[in-house]
């Protein structure tokens, strides 16, 4: 289930980007941005609808997607 990210509080919001943008793995390539900088482009993603939070009900988690993938999924994972 989308969750519009407008719905949350914004310290909910930072504290899930922030959460997404530290996961283990995550590759920004040969740049060094601050966790400040990959916040932001998080939530300009989230603004412009490129990204998206997701509510797992199986899980009860959240997590954040990109708009493509997420409409390539079945309509029940979502």
């Known amino acids: 289930m989308e969750i519009p ?3 949350l509080e914004p310290d909910t919001l930072r504290n899930l ?5 530290t996961r283990e793995g ?3 390539g040969p740049n ?4 400040d900088d990959k916040v ?3 939530l300009r993603q989230l603004d412009r609808g ?3 939070i997701v509510y797992d009900g199986g899980t009860q988690t ?8 997420l409409n390539r999924m079945p309509q029940d994972t979502q």
């Open 5 to 7: 990210h407008t719905a």
């Open 40 to 42: 932001r482009h998080v």
């Open 62 to 69: 959240c997590h954040i997607e990109t708009r493509e993938r």
């Open 17 to 21: 980007v922030e959460e997404f943008v």
């Open 26 to 28: 995550t590759d920004y």
């Open 50 to 52: 490129t990204v998206v």
């Open 32 to 35: 060094v941005y601050s966790l």
